[in-house]
């Protein structure tokens, strides 16, 4: 993108910006929620650019009066502080030039959201469950890092130990922006504890990551929904075995079931399986729309294919791969105990890299 086209696009972003500011005190917006939460949302995003506007504007006009003195002063003290002042501008010239180009990369509308992750064991038998609950804690002692809260919403345990499956509601701030690189599938390679000849086994777990969806997002008809009551079958007592407070719904035109039983309530636990089902739903309308998209544009990073292999934990040589971007760590034990940042910055990165690259702004 040459000089002129980009501050073009600033000029106009800043105007837009502008616009949006005197929308959300109009109080004909404010009385529309859908609207107001858009436009509110729009504007917090807009501005880390229009700042960065603001200020290349004033640096790009800094550097022309500098280049001015050195041009036309003849004391050489007042000459020679104006060239250093230049060299600082010119410097901070580039570097606002590419922040202002990954600035401009097209954010996912879905990354300010909350997710609903589901971890489920595949090959592997009661190993595969076993793992479902190790990355359930790397998860977990990451989100602690981040300042992330979470709710477990339903789980299934495994055989002798560890989890079928386990799904739990994710809160904070950017989390699908943060954790949606990790859908698909995990495959681990260790010595099970079960294991008497000390063979290496692979196993496998799918993990989902749902951006979680609001009736401003998508609107559920509830004659389309089944409930249906039945009685937890996890941890909890007496309470437990004498109510039928787990929760079932089914999404009768698409087959789309969804369990919630760790609330104690069936209350609770119907609210939070209608949050997971209109996620559910809404992530399938966003796959159907990448599905489109992709056949002018393959990701790399973000395949939508949750059926993929993203990433080998390997035990025996302490590592750990993405192979979407052939990234390898040799910290897995701390990995494993929620040092996963690392990888998250460097799957954003060429998720970045990527759409550089579409928008011809390399």
Same mark, same amino acid.
């Given at each position: 993108?040459?000089?002129?086209?980009?501050?073009?696009?600033?000029?106009?972003?800043?105007?837009?910006?502008?616009?949006?500011?005197?929308?959300?005190?109009?109080?004909?917006?404010? *009385?529309?929620?859908?609207?107001?939460?858009?436009?509110?949302? =729009? @504007?917090?995003?807009?501005?880390? #650019?229009?700042?960065?506007?603001?200020?290349?504007?004033?640096?790009?006009?800094?550097?022309?009066?500098?280049?001015? $003195? $050195?041009?036309?002063?003849?004391?050489? =003290?007042?000459?020679?502080?104006?060239?250093?002042? #230049?060299?600082?501008?010119?410097?901070?010239?580039?570097?606002?030039?590419?922040?202002?180009?990954?600035?401009?990369?097209?954010?996912?509308?879905?990354?300010?959201?909350?997710? $609903?992750?589901? !971890?489920?064991?595949?090959?592997?038998? %009661?190993?595969?469950?076993? !793992?479902?609950?190790?990355?359930?804690?790397?998860?977990?002692?990451?989100?602690?890092?981040? &300042?992330?809260?979470?709710?477990?919403?339903?789980?299934?345990?495994?055989? /002798?130990? &560890?989890y079928k499956e386990i799904a739990m509601e994710v809160s904070g701030e950017e989390v699908y922006g943060t954790l949606k690189f990790e *859908?698909?599938?995990?495959?681990?390679?260790?010595?099970?504890?079960?294991?008497?000849?000390?063979?290496?086994?692979? +196993?496998?777990?799918?993990?989902?990551?749902?951006?979680?969806?609001? %009736?401003?997002?998508?609107?559920?008809?509830?004659?389309?929904?089944?409930?249906?009551? @039945?009685?937890?079958?996890?941890? &909890?007592?007496?309470?437990?075995?004498?109510?039928? +407070?787990?929760?079932?719904?089914?999404?009768?035109?698409?087959?789309?079931?969804?369990?919630?039983?760790?609330?104690? +309530?069936?209350?609770?636990?119907?609210?939070?399986?209608?949050?997971?089902?209109? *996620?559910?739903?809404?992530?399938?309308?966003?796959?159907?729309?990448?599905?489109?998209? *992709?056949?002018?544009?393959?990701?790399?990073?973000? /395949?939508?294919?949750? +059926?993929?292999?993203?990433?080998?934990?390997?035990?025996?040589?302490?590592?750990?791969?993405?192979?979407?971007?052939?990234? /390898?760590?040799?910290?897995?034990?701390?990995?494993?105990?929620?040092?996963?940042?690392?990888?998250?910055?460097?799957?954003?990165?060429?998720?970045?890299?990527?759409? #550089?690259?579409?928008?011809?702004?390399?």
């Open positions: 993108m040459s000089k002129n086209n980009l501050l073009q696009k600033l000029e106009q972003i800043n105007v837009r910006y502008e616009e949006v500011g005197k929308l959300i005190v109009d109080p004909d917006i404010i *009385s529309d929620m859908k609207r107001y939460v858009r436009l509110n949302k =729009e @504007y917090k995003d807009l501005e880390p #650019l229009v700042k960065a506007y603001k200020e290349l504007k004033n640096v790009t006009e800094n550097i022309a009066s500098s280049k001015e $003195i $050195i041009k036309t002063e003849t004391d050489a =003290e007042f000459k020679e502080m104006a060239k250093m002042e #230049l060299d600082e501008l010119q410097k901070r010239l580039e570097e606002l030039n590419e922040e202002i180009k990954w600035l401009l990369i097209p954010k996912d509308p879905n990354d300010d959201k909350n997710v $609903i992750m589901e !971890f489920r064991a595949g090959t592997g038998g %009661d190993e595969a469950c076993i !793992f479902v609950e190790d990355i359930f804690r790397m998860y977990t002692m990451y989100f602690k890092e981040k &300042g992330f809260s979470y709710t477990v919403l339903n789980s299934n345990d495994g055989g /002798t130990s &560890g *859908s698909g599938v995990h495959r681990v390679q260790r010595v099970p504890e079960t294991e008497s000849q000390g063979r290496v086994h692979t +196993s496998a777990i799918t993990v989902a990551v749902l951006p979680e969806a609001e %009736d401003i997002d998508f609107k559920l008809d509830m004659k389309d929904v089944r409930k249906d009551t @039945y009685r937890s079958s996890g941890a &909890g007592g007496q309470h437990v075995n004498k109510t039928e +407070s787990a929760v079932r719904l089914t999404h009768i035109p698409t087959n789309t079931v969804v369990e919630c039983q760790d609330g104690r +309530s069936q209350h609770k636990n119907y609210d939070k399986a209608l949050q997971v089902l209109r *996620s559910k739903l809404y992530q399938a309308e966003v796959d159907k729309a990448n599905a489109e998209r *992709s056949e002018q544009r393959k990701s790399l990073v973000s /395949t939508g294919d949750r +059926s993929a292999k993203i990433r080998t934990y390997n035990y025996p040589q302490g590592r750990v791969t993405d192979h979407r971007i052939n990234k /390898t760590m040799y910290n897995l034990s701390s990995f494993m105990n929620g040092d996963i940042q690392e990888m998250i910055d460097a799957l954003k990165m060429a998720e970045n890299a990527e759409k #550089l690259k579409a928008g011809g702004m390399e």
